[in-house]
Each structure stands twice: as structure tokens, then as C-alpha cells.
């Protein structure tokens, strides 16, 4: 247990407690009221249970540590009640947004973009001198309704939010500060489903008509039929990632390459790929290793153009125009194979497609509607339903086997002047 001494001729209240030595230490608090006195005590209290017990103190004694004058602080630390930070020196909030970002040499240039959108936000807010450990978590509340009303969307705010938390949570891990003020802000990308958008064949089949040449054809291909991301996978493949005897292609993932066996995935060579893979390769000059050599340049901005080939196509550009391409392809699997294997093949789990990607739409409530819900017994189906299966399949799978079959027959086309398919080596 704390006391509170009161030196009446001064005005001056020391705490006082005996510590894990069993020798009585002090601690000066100068001239405050008896309240606040009192609430130090508590606090110094519960300091000096943890010393003996080993537990972290409770979130309100790390908030009022972190928010301490430095010269309260240096007295805590000096009756061995905190540990000493890296440096005596807190630093200003500025100062540490540039020094954590540049240590982070692993991360890549796309990520540390983001992380300079944040901060920015960070300094326009707090100012570039404010203190870390002067940040409550009142003053982060306040800055994500800041957020909000910069007119950014709920899932914009909650990545700044969470890369605001990630800056903290490194301070923390360096002993700069006691707790992290936005901790207990709510970070998670939620789904928006009025932004989803099912891009039908027949508004693909529009906008192929509509793109400029072979490689936009591919490109547009790649994200609704194949479900690449774009353009981060569709311009790093190459000739060598396609093995046309085997009907697959593997396709590198930059985003996912940081998990294990994330590097890259392989995907069936569909057959609405197919062709224009085949037309891009007549087209490619001798020794060429990239699919994609017109539009991979970084200052490239492939969704402004995408906007201008929808509304060539006549047609008006939906939300998130890549994101519900791979979203429609990967709704589209969904309805003709295992979840396990159309998510192996769009380079994503299974939480996060039913969550993010997985759609409902007009289609299912036709089939609702004019097929009544029969129940599986063995193998047996209805005729109605084992014909809308088997169109299925034929549709789809039966597709990709009878492609496969066919360049393992050698019955397809003649592709430049290499023979009946491209030299190239598989993955």
C-alpha cells in the first residue's frame, strides 16, 4: 500500500510506499490538491503491485504514465516503479512517422505510400510537434471523426485508423510510450455491398469488342475470366508462366507472397483466356518473356482507361472496376466448384471471399424462383436440377477438359512458327 504525506507549511504531498526491497521510497508530487493526490496513489499502488506481481499494469495506470510531465516521469522511474524509455527524449510526433518509415526497409513502395497518406493525415491533425506520449485516446477518437469528415469512406478511415495504430504499436514495442491511444479503435475493413457489381458476359463480351488492341483484350480477360489482380499480377506474367500442354498458368502474387507458399498459384488455362492468350503471343516479338509489355508503365493508370473502354462499350463503369471483376469470376466458380479449389485459384481464403467477394445475384433469385428446393438423397437429384448441373458443368468444366484435350491432341491452332504450341517452359 501508497500513503500520502501533506507538508502543511509547504503545501507540497508526497506519496510514499515500500518497494519490492522492503526499503521505503518517495515520490514528490509538488503542490496539487488532495484529489489528485489520491488518484496518484491509486496509480502508484497499482505500479507497485505489478513490480511484485509481474503483471502489466492496468489501462488507465499505463494512460496516466504515458501522459505524465517528464519530470513526474523521471521520479517514477527513478523509485523503479517504470522502465527507463529507449531515450530520455520522447519524440515529436513527426520526427517518429519519418523515422518508422524509413527503417522499414522491407515493406514494399505501394505499402509505404499508404503509410505517407496516413501521416500526413496524422501531422494536418496533431501537428508535426506534438509529443507521443501527449496523444489520450480521447484525442484519437477525435481524430477519426477528423477523418470522417474529410469526407473519406468508412473503410478508407479504418485503414488510416489501423496504419495510425501500427505507428503507435511500434513506439510502444520501442518503450517510447506506455499504451497506444488507438487501441481500441475499430481498424477492420468492413464489406460495402452496394459497391458490388456483377459484370454479366454479355457487358464483358461489349467491352472486349471495345478495347483497343490484343493486349487490353488480354488484360480485361485476365481480371474477368482468369480473376488476376490488376495490374499487380497481370503485369508480371510471363510466356514461361504459361504451360499450354497442361492447360495451366501460373500467375506470381506480390500481395500474398509474404505467406507461406503465397509467392504465386497456379490457375487452368480457361477457355475464355485462351484465345486472346493465343493472339498476344502471335503478336509478341521473338525472345519477348513479358504478356503484358504495353501497359505495365507504374505512371500507366489502368483503371482511367478501363472507364473510357466501358463507356465506348456503351456502357456505364460500375464500382471498384477490377476488384468486381475478380469478384464476379470468383462468384462464377463458386456455383461449379469445391470453395476450396475456386479460392486456391483466385489467390484468396475462404472468410475473406465470402466476406469481400462472393455476390448474390439476379441469376440465383431467377433459379429460386422457378425451381422449386429439392433435397439431396444419396446422389440423386431431380431431372430439373440434375440437368441445370449438368449444363453447369458442361459449361465450365467440361469447357477447360475439352480444351485440355484438345492441346493434348495437338488440335490447337498453329500458334506463330514455333510448331502447334509456344517453346516454353512450365512452372
Not at 205 to 221: G, T
Not at 385 to 391: K, L, P, S
Amino acid at each position: 500500500m501508497a500513503s500520502v504525506s501533506h507538508d502543511k507549511k509547504t503545501g507540497r504531498r508526497t506519496i510514499q510506499f515500500v518497494g519490492t526491497d522492503a526499503k521505503r521510497r518517495s515520490i514528490r508530487l509538488g503542490k496539487v490538491s488532495k484529489k489528485q493526490a489520491q488518484t496518484a496513489q491509486r496509480f502508484v499502488e497499482d505500479l507497485v503491485a505489478c513490480r511484485v506481481t509481474g503483471a502489466a499494469p492496468k489501462t488507465a495506470t499505463a494512460e496516466w504514465l504515458a501522459n505524465l510531465p517528464a519530470v513526474m516521469r523521471e521520479r517514477i522511474e527513478r523509485v523503479g516503479l517504470a522502465e527507463p524509455r529507449e531515450d530520455a527524449h520522447c519524440p515529436m510526433l513527426k520526427e517518429w512517422l519519418d523515422r518508422y518509415i524509413a527503417s522499414r526497409t522491407d515493406a514494399k513502395q505501394s505499402t509505404r505510400t499508404t503509410w505517407g497518406q496516413a501521416r500526413r493525415f496524422l501531422i494536418d491533425y496533431f501537428g508535426p510537434h506534438k509529443r507521443l506520449d501527449a496523444i489520450t485516446p480521447g484525442d484519437a477518437d477525435e481524430f477519426q471523426l477528423y477523418l470522417k469528415e474529410q469526407g473519406l469512406s468508412e473503410n478508407t478511415v479504418r485503414r488510416r485508423t489501423g496504419q495510425a495504430k501500427q505507428f503507435f504499436n511500434a513506439a510502444k514495442r520501442k518503450r517510447l510510450i506506455a499504451g497506444n491511444p488507438f487501441d481500441d479503435l475499430k481498424s477492420c475493413v468492413v464489406p460495402n455491398t452496394s459497391r458490388y457489381y456483377f459484370v454479366s458476359r454479355e457487358e464483358a463480351k461489349k467491352v472486349l469488342d471495345a478495347c483497343p488492341d490484343a493486349q487490353w483484350r488480354l488484360v480485361f480477360a485476365l481480371c474477368r475470366y482468369g480473376g488476376l489482380r490488376c495490374p499487380s499480377e497481370v503485369v508480371r506474367l510471363e510466356w514461361s508462366h504459361v504451360d499450354w500442354a497442361n492447360g495451366r498458368m501460373t500467375v506470381p502474387s506480390p500481395k500474398t507472397e509474404h505467406h507461406p507458399g503465397g509467392e504465386c498459384r497456379q490457375i487452368p488455362l480457361f477457355p475464355e483466356l485462351v484465345p486472346h492468350l493465343q493472339q498476344v503471343f502471335e503478336q509478341a516479338e521473338p525472345g519477348t518473356e513479358a504478356i503484358i509489355t504495353r501497359y505495365r508503365q507504374p505512371n500507366q493508370n489502368l483503371g482511367t482507361q478501363l472507364q473510357r473502354i466501358i463507356r465506348k462499350a456503351g456502357l456505364k463503369p460500375w464500382p471498384k472496376l477490377f476488384q468486381n471483376l475478380r469478384s464476379t469470376r470468383e462468384t462464377e466458380l463458386a456455383e461449379h466448384f469445391p470453395m476450396h479449389v475456386v479460392c486456391e485459384w483466385i489467390g484468396n481464403s475462404q472468410p475473406v471471399a465470402a466476406r469481400h467477394y462472393l455476390q448474390v445475384t439476379d441469376e440465383h433469385f431467377r433459379r429460386a424462383v422457378q425451381n422449386p428446393v429439392q433435397h439431396r438423397t444419396g446422389t440423386k437429384y431431380t431431372e430439373a436440377h440434375g440437368q441445370q448441373q449438368a449444363d453447369a458443368e458442361q459449361g465450365v468444366y467440361g469447357s477447360v477438359q475439352a480444351s485440355a484435350e484438345k492441346q493434348a491432341h495437338g488440335d490447337m491452332a498453329v500458334v506463330g512458327v514455333t510448331g502447334l504450341e509456344p517453346v516454353t517452359s512450365s512452372l
